[in-house]
C-alpha cells in the first residue's frame, strides 16, 4: 500500500509556531475518511510518541499531555489530508513527525506506531 506524505516542518525558535500537512497517497489502501489520523513523533535517541489524533469525521481529538493547549490537530477527507497546528513550540518538540491511520474509524492505536504508513516524515527543529 502506499504511504502518507508528511511535510511543514522547519526550525523556529522557542515560543514559534509551524503547521504541518499529511497527505494520504493516491494507493494508500483504505479509505482515509473511514479511519481516525493519528499524528506521531520521534526523537533522537527515544522513543516514538503518539501526541495527537482525531477520529474519522473529525468531531473528536485526543492530544497527549505533553502537547495538550499547545498542538491542534484537524483534518480535511475531500483532501485526504491531515494537519497539526503547532503553537508555542518548545525545544522538547524537536522531532520527526509522521502520521499514521487508527485501527478504526474512532481508535486512536496504531500498530507498530502506524510504522507501515510513515512517509519520509518532516523535521521540526526548536531551538534559539
Known amino acids: 500500500h502506499g504511504h502518507f506524505v508528511e511535510f511543514g516542518g522547519g526550525l523556529v525558535q522557542p515560543g514559534g509556531s509551524l503547521r504541518l500537512s499529511c497527505v494520504a497517497s493516491?494507493?494508500?489502501?483504505?479509505?482515509?475518511?473511514?479511519?481516525?489520523a493519528i499524528w506521531v513523533r520521534q526523537a533522537p535517541g527515544r522513543d516514538v510518541e503518539q501526541v495527537a489524533g482525531?477520529?474519522?469525521?473529525?468531531?473528536?481529538?485526543w492530544y497527549s499531555d505533553s502537547v495538550k493547549g499547545r498542538f491542534t490537530i484537524s483534518r480535511d477527507n475531500a483532501k485526504n489530508t491531515m494537519y497539526l497546528q503547532m503553537n508555542i513550540l518548545l525545544p522538547e518538540d524537536t522531532a520527526v513527525y509522521y502520521c499514521?491511520?487508527?485501527?478504526?474509524?474512532?481508535?486512536?492505536?496504531?500498530?507498530?506506531?502506524?510504522?507501515?504508513?510513515w512517509g519520509g516524515g518532516t523535521q521540526v527543529t526548536v531551538s534559539s
Open positions: 493516491t494507493d494508500i489502501g483504505y479509505p482515509f475518511g473511514d479511519y481516525a
Open positions: 482525531i477520529n474519522s469525521d473529525g468531531t473528536h481529538q
Open positions: 499514521t491511520p487508527g485501527s478504526g474509524a474512532n481508535n486512536y492505536h496504531a500498530p507498530n506506531d502506524g510504522r507501515d504508513y
